[in-house]
């Protein structure tokens, strides 16, 4: 079993940035991939960005590609999202997942999954 705890949500103003926090427990995620995921209200859940268990591929949804960056520190067990140049789109709760198998952007491809941190941009 995988348990992933999100942090470092919040309220921003747009424009500003934010850092998400993925810290993992009960078995080490360093071969895992691992990706990010949010949920707006009323909205389904959505891919964000991916990471390989290497740190040496990463995907990127269109809308945060130059403004998002995902990465790990495996010897923390822990992965991040920075999310800078926030819009008022952005605004949903962020989800942390761990892949057992294959890196993906779908959410039927992550085994594990955290609860969650609500970012809100402000316009």
């Known amino acids: 079993q995988v348990q992933l705890v999100e942090s470092g949500g919040g309220l921003v103003q747009a424009g500003g940035s934010l850092r998400l926090s993925c810290a993992a427990s009960?078995?080490?995620?360093?071969?895992?991939?691992m990706g990010w995921f949010r949920q707006a209200l009323g909205k389904e859940r959505e891919f964000v960005a991916a990471?390989?268990?290497?740190?040496?591929?990463?995907y990127l949804e269109d809308s945060v590609k130059g403004r998002f960056t995902i990465s790990r520190d495996n010897a923390k067990n822990t992965v991040y999202l920075q999310m800078n140049s926030l819009k008022p789109e952005d605004t949903a709760v962020y989800y942390c997942?761990?892949?057992?198998?294959?890196?993906?952007?779908?959410?039927?491809?992550?085994?594990?999954w955290g609860r969650g941190t609500q970012v809100t941009v402000s316009s």
């Open positions: 990471i390989r268990g290497s740190g040496d591929i990463i």
């Open positions: 997942a761990a892949s057992l198998f294959r890196s993906g952007t779908l959410v039927r491809d992550y085994d594990y």
């Open positions: 009960g078995r080490t995620i360093s071969y895992y991939p």
